[in-house]
C-alpha cells in the first residue's frame, strides 16, 4: 500500500494556467482540502462566517474576487446609476463578494442584478447579507451564498460605498483578485498571491484522501492508518 506524500511547491502565482483553469479546478476540490493547506501556512482567517451558505446545498463556487462594500443608507440620490457602475465593470470569472457592514434587513442581490452579471461572465455572489427573487435567481442556475433572504429591496435602506477595494467580512480580509471558493461547507478566500501553490497543494490531499479511504475500507484500523501518514 502507498505511503502518504506531502507536496510542496514554490510556485508563488497563478501565471501558469489561465484564471478560467485555474477557477474550474479549484471548484473540483472541496473546501476542507484547501482550508488544510492555508492552516499549514498558517492561515487561519481565510473562512467566512458560517452564516454565508448556499442557496443550495449541492452549490459550488469559485472564481476571482470582485469586491463590493456598503451599509445602512436611505439615500436615494444616483444609487440606481451606482449600482449599475458596479455592475458593468464585473468581467470574466469574477465573484462578487458583499462587504455590508454587517447588514440584517436588505438584500443586495436580486433576479435582475443576476441576469447582468451573468452576461459579464461572473461566477456567482457571495452577500455577507441577503439575496430577493430568490426562485428566480435559482432557476437561472447562478450560486448565491449568502445570510438571509428577504423581500427587501436595497433601495432606500442600503447602499454601495464603492467596488475594487479591500473589504472585511468579520475577521477576513478580502482583496481584489483573491480566489473565493465555496461549497455545503461554507466560504473560503485563497490570497491571489499563493492560489496556485494552494491549488497543487489541495489537489495533493485529495489523492491522498483516496489512499486513506482506501485504507479504513480496507480494514486498516486508524493507529495503522496515521502510521502510514494518513489523517482524518
Ligand atoms: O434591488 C434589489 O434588491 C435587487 C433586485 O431586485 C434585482 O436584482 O432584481
Ligand atoms: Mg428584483
Known amino acids: 500500500m502507498s505511503e502518504i506524500k506531502t507536496k510542496k511547491s514554490t510556485l508563488l502565482n497563478n501565471d501558469k494556467i489561465s484564471n478560467k483553469e485555474l477557477c474550474d479546478r479549484f471548484q473540483n476540490l472541496f473546501t476542507a482540502a ?8 498558517g492561515l487561519l482567517y481565510q473562512t467566512l462566517p458560517p452564516e454565508i451558505s448556499p442557496l443550495k446545498d449541492n452549490m459550488r463556487i469559485c472564481g476571482i474576487a470582485f ?18 457602475n458596479m455592475l458593468e465593470a464585473l468581467h470574466e470569472d469574477s465573484i462578487c463578494v458583499w462587504d455590508t457592514s454587517g447588514d440584517d434587513e436588505s438584500a443586495q442581490w436580486g433576479e435582475v442584478m443576476t441576469m447582468a ?9 457571495v452577500v455577507d447579507g441577503g439575496v430577493r427573487d430568490t426562485d428566480k435567481v435559482l432557476s437561472q442556475n447562478f450560486p ?4 438571509y433572504k ?8 442600503f447602499r454601495l460605498i464603492d467596488y475594487q477595494i479591500p473589504i472585511q467580512i468579520k475577521s477576513v480580509n478580502i482583496y481584489p483578485g483573491d480566489i473565493i471558493f465555496g461549497d455545503i461547507d461554507g466560504v473560503i478566500v485563497i490570497p491571489k498571491v499563493m492560489a ?14 483516496e489512499e486513506i479511504k482506501k485504507m479504513v475500507l480496507d480494514g486498516l484500523s486508524p493507529k495503522e492508518v496515521v502510521k502510514r501518514g494518513g489523517y482524518f
Do not use: H, P
Open 150 to 157: 428577504t423581500s427587501n429591496g436595497m433601495l432606500g435602506r
Open 67 to 84: 469586491t463590493v462594500k456598503g451599509s445602512k443608507n436611505l439615500t436615494l440620490e444616483n444609487e440606481m446609476e451606482q449600482r449599475a
Open 144 to 147: 448565491v451564498f449568502c445570510k
Open 117 to 125: 452579471s451573468v452576461l459579464r461572465g461572473c461566477r456567482g455572489a
Open 34 to 41: 484547501v482550508n488544510d493547506v492555508l492552516r499549514e501556512k
Open 196 to 209: 496556485y501553490e494552494v491549488l497543487l497543494e489541495a489537489e495533493q490531499i485529495k489523492e491522498n484522501e
